[in-house]
């Protein structure tokens, strides 16, 4: 079944968004990784960033995510009238 102009439209923007958000969520996680003793020599708040990352940094960008894509899914389905009620 053929989507409408409206549902493609939605269905783009939702892809777009994940994959960016995803994209974020790769670049917090395992870069951080690759170059933890590299990033040990820098200091965040007196901490090691790599370890700052590893033990914070990172989850408060993962609640970050989220909370960014629920705000935008939710006024992505009011703009498109697909919003739970």
Known sequence: ?????????????NLRMTAALLLIWFLTTFPVI????????LSFLGFPLGFYMAAQGSLIIYVAVVWFYARYMNKLDKKYGVAEE
Not at 1 to 13: A, C, G, R, V
Not at 34 to 41: I, S
Request: aromatic share 20%; hydrophobic share 35%; net charge positive.
């Open 34 to 41: 690759w170059f933890v003793r590299d990033l040990n020599t």
């Open 1 to 13: 079944m053929p989507l409408s102009k409206t549902h493609q439209e939605y269905w783009n923007k």
